[in-house]
């Protein structure tokens, strides 16, 4: 540590040193600063940026959308889809979209998504409970903890 110094002073050691003279803090009374390599930091910086970045895991959506009329076979043909968007690792939305007198009538939408819930039960969990925004009703459901997907059949080679 080299302590209080006039900022020539400090310039020359770095000179000397080879390093830079980098202002940490000018706020502070007096201005703090430190001698570094500037280019190296700068590298390492980037460095942990990048591997960070690499650690993330990005958590995208599916939408699967609906009609409060939609039939109960597309219901099940839909809510397969849904777990195998789970099983892909992705969080799923849900949604029934009212159009002209269907708006009379949101409870029907709200036992279609109530229904599906029922039907992932073990399989999903509601992160966001069904919500009216607009002339769109919305959930969104997420993969359960403990729930492995069941393993995807090899198709047998066809025999002739």
């Known amino acids: 540590m080299l302590g209080v110094m006039p900022p020539i002073r400090a310039l020359e050691i ?8 980098v202002e940490v ?10 001698l570094m390599d500037y280019g190296r930091f700068k590298y390492e910086q980037a460095k942990k940026e990048n591997e960070a970045r690499k650690n993330q895991k990005a958590i995208s959506f599916k939408e699967i959308r609906m009609s409060p009329r939609t039939d109960e076979h597309d219901v099940g043909v839909k809510t ?9 690792g992705f969080k ?3 949604s029934v979209r009212f159009r002209g007198p269907d708006m009379r009538h949101p409870d029907i939408g709200r036992k279609l998504l109530e229904g599906i819930v029922e039907d992932l ?6 992160e966001r409970p069904p919500v009216m925004e607009g002339r769109i009703m919305s959930m969104t459901v997420s993969r359960a903890p403990g ?4 393993k995807k059949q090899q198709a047998a080679p066809a025999s002739g």
């Open 14 to 21: 770095a000179r000397e040193r080879d390093l830079d003279l």
């Open 25 to 34: 803090s000018p706020n502070a009374m007096p201005p703090v600063c430190k």
């Open 80 to 88: 397969r889809k849904i777990q195998e968007f789970l099983a892909d």
């Open 92 to 94: 799923v939305r849900v």
């Open 121 to 126: 039960k073990g399989v999903a969990t509601i």
């Open 147 to 150: 729930w492995e997907p069941p």
